[in-house]
């Protein structure tokens, strides 16, 4: 039963995140932003191979938007497994697995607020507004415009939907524990919390040694 629920569940968010991407792309104009970028950089035949190549292997991305998903979660899910064992608690995975799963679903509000903030507040943007654009971050008070390019990415994970996937994640481990929110809480940050750190130090040591 705990399978099929994951299963179900992980095929419901892979869909609603393609449909909402595919619907804010449409309503924003991607493909036109994306022309007039190009356009100072290659010619017209160039992007409309481009162009052509994007549309005929677009379905690639309905199978690995659903792949990628199952990788991150089935990874955040065993970093919240060796949290548990740390503090001498313990969760089956697949119960895990389903609780990552439930709150990866707060980051498709994270794509309905960018789109409705480019669609009814700021009409005037280019592609880069898009691109570095993440709604309720740190990025959005400091600005990606004069601001260097290996710290873009932690500004950009400074933001409430990622701090409301910790409190989420952390509420349902406490649940499944039988614990307060806090006890979930401390299993979040010693894991995941400190996996995210090294992610978001290795994505800006990267960047930096490639600008």
């Given at each position: 039963m705990e399978k099929t629920n994951n299963t179900v569940?992980?095929?419901?968010?892979s869909f609603i995140s393609i449909i909402l991407a595919l619907f804010s792309n449409y309503i924003l104009n991607f493909n036109v932003l994306l022309v007039n970028s190009l356009a100072e950089q290659i010619s017209y035949e160039q992007i409309n191979e481009l162009l052509d190549f994007q549309e005929k292997w677009e379905w690639i991305g309905f199978?690995?938007?659903?792949?990628?998903?199952?990788?991150k979660i089935s990874i955040i899910a065993a970093i919240l497994d060796v949290g548990c064992f740390f503090f001498s608690k313990e969760i089956k995975y697949k119960k895990l697995f389903n609780i990552v799963v439930k709150a990866e679903f707060v980051f498709l509000l994270a794509i309905i607020f960018k789109t409705a903030w480019f669609y009814f507040f700021q009409t005037e943007y280019n592609l880069e507004d898009l691109q570095?654009?993440?709604?309720?971050?740190?990025?959005?008070?400091?600005g990606y415009e004069g601001l260097q390019p290996w710290f873009i990415y932690p500004f950009q994970v400074l933001n409430l939907f990622e701090l409301a996937y910790w409190f989420i994640l952390a509420y349902l481990i406490g649940k499944e524990l039988n614990e307060n929110t806090d006890k979930g809480f401390s299993i979040v940050a010693s894991s995941y919390g400190v996996s995210l750190l090294i992610w978001v130090v290795?994505?800006?040591?990267i960047t930096l040694n490639m600008s």
């Open positions: 569940l992980i095929i419901f968010l199978i690995i938007t659903p792949l990628l998903l199952i990788l570095y654009f993440y709604p309720l971050s740190a990025l959005n008070i400091f290795g994505v800006m040591f």
